[in-house]
């Protein structure tokens, strides 16, 4: 297993230097390289979404709703102001990080069910009153936005994506959102402010959609409420599960192959989509926790020991539901 793990870490190492020096030197042509593009937002969107449903274990259906967020604010921030694309897409973060925090305070306190309903509705608020604003374009969309999104912007906005994620699940943060994952009860009894935590997930979580939500914007350079419903926020939450569920390393490889897949069978394109489903649901009947489940490539290649005992499978998660896990 590590020496497979070893062969495909070397292997995606020269697959990504190979797709850099063809995108540097013209040699993938334009669509392949908008492809490639939407490959890394879409990263961005599921490592920060697994951080809300994986790593903390709030059932969360409203990203799209923080994505359009970002969208709009960096689309009419860079129409109606001069300002660099940096900054840009950071106030756009900020935006939609305040609005995770005002949603998260009183939602949070739901779980289950309940909880994916809230964020459901708060993602068609979102998108209804996107719909009746005239700043914003209403149902005509906004256009005109500048093409400021390029493959290399993408790339290194999603790389610090992952380094901030590592480096905060790596963190005693990063222990208490599993520890609630695991056992909220127990976690609230250790002396762990669970809705503190919950809703710094769902705020930093808010804050990389918003910011993928930017991306987007300027690389489309037209935005409209129906890029931003509750299908998208389904095309997100499917890589996190698809990858598994507490795996930054699943949630990249989920990002990668869900987007490129739809467009690798566009030569069957009446028949693409009944393809698609079957190998998702293939996945999910021989391995229903995921590709990689709740490991990361570290623990593939054996670097290293992890800090926080996650559990590896349906069998540890109910040891880890009796406080065995999670420490």
């Known amino acids: 297993m590590k020496k497979a793990a070893r062969i495909a870490t070397v292997l995606a190492m020269i697959g990504v230097i190979l797709v850099n020096y063809g ?64 900054v840009v897409l950071l106030v756009a973060g900020i935006i939609s990080a305040l ?23 708060f993602g068609e608020i979102v998108r209804v009153v996107i719909l009746n604003l005239k700043i914003t374009g209403g149902p005509r969309g906004l256009g005109g936005i500048a093409p400021k999104t390029s493959f290399f912007s993408a790339e290194i906005v999603a790389i610090l994506t992952v380094i901030v994620f590592v480096n905060m699940i790596k963190s005693s ?26 809703v710094l997930a769902f705020s930093v979580g808010a804050a990389f959609a918003g910011i993928a939500g930017g991306l987007f914007a300027h690389h489309q350079m037209f935005i409209d409420p129906r890029s931003f419903t509750f299908q998208r926020s389904i095309e997100i939450l499917v890589m996190v599960v698809f990858g598994g569920l507490g795996s930054i390393t699943g949630s990249i490889v989920a990002a990668t192959v869900l987007t490129i897949l739809p467009e690798a069978l566009r030569g069957i394109a009446e028949y693409r989509m009944v393809v698609y489903a079957l190998l998702l649901i293939g996945l999910m009947l021989v391995r229903p926790q995921g590709l990689f489940g709740t490991r990361e490539l570290s623990d593939l290649l054996g670097i290293g020991s992890r800090k926080a005992n996650l559990p590896q499978g349906p069998k540890d998660r109910v040891v880890g539901s009796n406080g065995g896990e999670g420490r």
């Open 23 to 86: 995108v540097y030197t013209g040699y993938i042509d334009f669509y392949f390289t908008g492809v490639l593009v939407v490959v890394w937002i879409n990263v961005i969107l599921a490592v920060s979404l697994n951080l809300i449903n994986g790593f903390t274990g709030q059932f969360s259906l409203g990203h799209a709703g923080f994505m359009a967020v970002g969208a709009y604010a960096s689309a009419l921030l860079t129409i109606h102001t001069g300002w660099p694309f940096a």
């Open 99 to 121: 609005i995770g925090f005002l949603i998260g305070l009183p939602t949070l306190r739901l779980r289950g069910d309940y909880l994916a309903i809230a964020t459901l509705g």
């Open 173 to 198: 943060h990063g222990r208490a959102f599993v520890a609630i994952r695991e056992d909220e009860i127990a976690a609230e009894a250790m002396g762990i402010d669970t809705t503190r935590y919950k």
